[in-house]
């Protein structure tokens, strides 16, 4: 086997390509290079949950704009994306909120075969459980946002906290992929597991 020769080539470091380096890579025979355009992600302001507004407009980011909006008056819109080892995942949010069932069965009555909520509810499941992601309350919520949600709850809405996979109506904290209160990306919980395999 030649030194430059690969079974899969996988262009991005984000949510999907380090899933796929990871999970291709499992198989110690099969070879893959995982091309990223974008730098390290070693920066506070990817590790700090609420710093990643700092990360906007520097080198870390793909800095869009999308096309005139007729909607807004021909005004673009910014549009970040993250250009490092994560992808977006190194510069987003961190929320972990599974999407509504009924939207997953909208797309199977369409013609999605495969993708109604009893068929990807175990793969949610799957990575959940694998012990890579790390999926968490937050630990430091705003005190405001402690407010809205005792308010909400006060006025009668049911409660519903964490990852909510049920689509129940309600008020609560959402879970993050957070691990010990920093963020955890699709780096930190597929690509670096698999960075010590010498096919990847
Ligand atoms: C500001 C922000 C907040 C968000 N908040 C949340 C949230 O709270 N919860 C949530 O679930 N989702 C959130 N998202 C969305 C989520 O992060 C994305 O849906 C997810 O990361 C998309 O995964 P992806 O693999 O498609 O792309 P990305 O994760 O963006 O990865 C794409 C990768 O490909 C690389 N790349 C692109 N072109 C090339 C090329 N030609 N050669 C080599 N590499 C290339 C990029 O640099 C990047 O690393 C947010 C996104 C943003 C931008």
Redesign the pocket.
Known sequence: MQPDTFDYVV???????CVLASRLTERADTRVLL????GSDRRSEVRIPAA?TKL?KTACD?NYETVPQPALAGRRLYW??????????S???????PGHPADYDAWAAAGAKGWSHAEVRPYFRRAESAGTLSIELPRDPNPTTRAFVEAARACGLPAVTGRNDGGREGVGLTSVTQRRGRRWS?ADAYLRPALRRRNL
């Open positions: 262009v991005g470091a984000g949510a999907a390509g091309l990223e355009a974008g990643f906007f793909w970040p994306r993250g250009r490092m080892l994560g992808g977006s995942t510069l987003n949010a961190q929320m972990y909120v699709a």
